[in-house]
């Protein structure tokens, strides 16, 4: 697919900018994603409509084509922000591929236990005709056909390793199983791991661009290759021992087969594993969330975390919070983080602006975050 990408200026040099910072190595200045509201519509909006069931809210893919329009007309993408389009059956669509029956409803999609047994559920194996593989696969097939080119299709949001296997079995059974069963548990991570790919390469060649980059959902991130987000939300429930057991061999696995990999780390509990993480040689940067009731990515609390990414030569992803300050703040937090660590290896993500906020913002960065 040839991507013109009609509401980005400058998507080369985006693309030049992305690959430098998976690099650790930014062109002058950090990489950005800074996106203001028009005043006015770039075109006339296209007539939308309201979804008539859960489902369609999420997979009905000619009315969220017309909706990522419409976003595209209203907005200015400064710097390297990019449009492009979420297709996703919740966090952890690999589950619902394996036979897990998805909850839509109006704001999410709920993965219910299914695993009672590990002896009543056969090996996990890939299923060309699962309901909810094909559904999925054919909504990003078209919505690729869709966007013309003129916006990115995104890499759904698979996930993997412990955090698919606590949403078939449950968390707190997958917390007993590390104890009674912990073979089982290594053999289902090995048929996990051996089939992410089958699913994640398929999807992978409906969306790549011409030159075979890919973006992955919500995160805002694009690579020259096969690019995704990795996590484990559910270690924030294990030790750094078990961590060390059952998770760091799937995602040493997982970023030896992929060209760009960002790790999730979400919440104060998932710090203590951070230490392991910056051992995997292939992983290119980590991504903080905070967590409720947390300052957001600006804070200097969090710069003890960031100092051990940056000292691992990893890059680092940091989004300011809209509900916490408004544009001066988010603009001095950025500020020190610079003079801490200077240009390189960072990726700010900014709440939407305001245009003239969006000018006063590029015109600081290009003048203060340079080398």
Not at 11 to 39: C, M, S
Not at 176 to 204: C, G, N, S, W
Request: with cysteine; hydrophobic share 40%; charged share 25%.
């Amino acid at each position: 697919m040839k991507y013109e990408m009609k509401y980005v200026a400058n998507w080369e040099e985006t693309k030049a900018r992305f690959t430098a910072w998976w690099q650790g190595k930014n062109i002058d200045r950090p990489l950005l994603k800074v996106v203001a509201r028009r005043e006015q519509p770039l075109e006339e909006l296209e007539p939308s409509w309201k979804a008539k069931t859960f489902v369609d809210k999420h997979l009905e893919v000619e009315r969220k084509v017309v909706n990522m329009r419409n976003y595209c007309r209203t907005r200015r993408f400064f710097a390297e922000a990019f449009p492009s389009l979420d297709l996703n059956i919740g966090a952890g669509s690999f589950a619902v591929y394996l036979g897990l029956e998805p909850i839509f409803d109006q704001n999410t999609v709920w993965f219910p236990e299914c695993i009672d047994d590990w002896d009543t559920w056969g090996e996990f194996r890939f299923n060309p005709d699962n309901f909810w593989w094909q559904r999925h696969y054919q909504s990003i097939k078209q919505a690729v056909e869709l966007a013309r080119g003129d916006f990115l299709v995104n890499i759904p949001d698979i996930i993997e390793n412990l955090d698919i296997l606590a949403a078939m079995r449950g968390a707190q059974n997958l917390c007993f199983d590390l104890i009674d069963q912990p073979d089982v548990v290594k053999a289902r991570l090995e048929q996990l791991d051996a089939l992410y790919f089958e699913y994640y390469d398929r999807l992978y060649d409906l969306v790549k661009t011409e030159e075979g980059g890919s973006s992955y959902t919500t995160f805002s991130i694009w690579g020259p290759g096969k690019t995704a987000k990795i996590q484990c939300d559910f270690s924030a429930m294990i030790s750094p021992a078990h961590f060390r057991e059952f998770v760091l061999p799937s995602l040493r696995k997982q970023c030896r087969s992929l060209d760009y990999s960002l790790y999730h780390l979400d919440g104060p509990d998932a710090v203590k594993h951070v230490p392991a993480l910056m051992e995997i040689e292939e992983l290119n940067a980590l991504q903080w969330t905070p967590g409720a009731g947390q300052p957001d990515g600006g804070s200097p609390q969090w710069f003890p975390l960031y100092d051990q990414v940056i000292a691992a030569g990893k890059s680092l992803w940091i989004i300011f919070s809209g509900k916490q300050g408004g544009f001066a703040d988010w603009v001095s937090a950025a500020d020190r983080i610079v003079q801490r660590y200077g240009p390189e290896k960072l990726y700010f993500l900014f709440p939407e602006m305001s245009e003239q906020e969006a000018e006063t913002l590029m015109a600081k960065a290009e003048r203060d975050w340079v080398r």
